[in-house]
C-alpha cells in the first residue's frame, strides 16, 4: 500500500498569512493527488483533485502543486474561514490511503 | 444541489452485523463511482469500500481491513449505495461516510456514526 506522510501535523497561523502543507508518497503516485478541508464536526470537502487543479467554487488563494512522490496546499493571504484541518489523498490505485492530516489553527 | 444522506449507524456488539445506505441526489448516481470512508480519531481517515459505475461493471474494491466482512452494492434505480457489514469489531467504530468519486472524493454525506461495543 502506498502510505502518504503528511506535515507539519499542526500549524498556528495569523489571518493574512501564507501557509504551505505538504505531503509525500511512498511511492510515485503520477499526480494523482487530491487535498480536503475539514472543519469541526463536518464532513471533508474536495479542494484540489489531479495535484492542480481546484474544485469548483474553490477560492483562487488556494493552489496545489507537486509531482512524482511530492506535493503541496498553498493558501494565500488566509481567510478565518479557512481554519480547519486539512488531508491530502492518493488515487494511484486502491487503498486510497490519506494523509494524517494538518490541523490549522488560528494564532 | 447534490446530496448524501447516510443511514442505518448506531451500537452493536462485536461479531454483530448493521447495514448502512446512502441515498443520493442532484448528480447523475449511474455514471459515478462511489465510495464508504470512515473516519476515527485512532485512525484518522480511512477509505473503506468502492463500488465503480455499470460502465466498469459494478467492479467492488476494499480495504484489507473489512475484506471478507464488509459488502459494498448499489441500486441505481434508487440512486443508493449500500454498505453491508458483518462480524464487528471494536477497531470499526467511527463516523462512516458515503463519497461520490469522480475526480476525486467530490461529494460527502454528513456521515452516520457506528458504534461497536459490548
Known amino acids: 500500500d502506498i502510505q502518504m506522510t503528511q506535515s507539519p501535523a499542526s500549524l498556528s497561523v495569523s489571518v493574512g498569512e501564507t501557509v504551505t502543507i505538504t505531503c509525500r508518497a511512498s511511492?510515485?503516485?503520477?499526480?494523482?493527488l487530491a487535498w480536503y478541508q475539514q472543519k469541526q464536526g463536518k464532513s471533508p470537502q474536495l479542494l484540489v483533485y489531479?495535484?492542480?487543479n481546484l474544485a469548483d467554487g474553490v477560492p483562487s488563494r488556494f493552489s496545489g502543486s507537486g509531482s512524482g512522490t511530492q506535493y503541496s496546499l498553498k493558501i494565500n493571504s488566509l481567510q478565518s474561514e479557512d481554519f480547519g484541518s486539512y488531508y491530502c489523498q492518493h488515487f494511484w490505485g486502491t487503498p486510497y490511503t490519506f494523509g494524517g492530516g494538518t490541523k490549522l489553527e488560528i494564532k | 444541489e447534490v446530496k448524501l444522506e447516510e443511514s442505518g449507524g448506531g451500537l452493536v456488539q462485536p461479531g454483530g452485523s448493521m447495514k448502512l445506505s446512502c441515498a443520493a441526489s442532484g448528480f447523475t448516481f449511474s455514471d459515478a463511482w462511489m465510495d464508504w470512508v470512515r473516519q476515527s480519531p485512532e485512525k484518522g481517515l480511512e477509505w473503506v469500500a468502492e463500488i465503480r459505475s455499470k460502465a466498469n461493471n459494478h467492479a467492488t474494491y476494499y480495504a484489507e481491513s473489512v475484506k471478507g466482512r464488509f459488502t459494498i452494492s448499489r441500486d441505481d434505480s434508487k440512486s443508493s449505495v449500500y454498505l453491508q457489514m458483518n462480524s464487528l469489531r471494536a477497531e470499526d467504530t467511527g463516523i462512516y461516510y458515503c463519497t461520490g468519486h469522480y475526480y476525486g472524493f467530490d461529494y460527502w454525506g454528513q456521515g452516520t456514526t457506528l458504534t461497536v461495543s459490548s
Open positions: 511511492e510515485n503516485i503520477y499526480s494523482n
Open positions: 489531479a495535484a492542480t
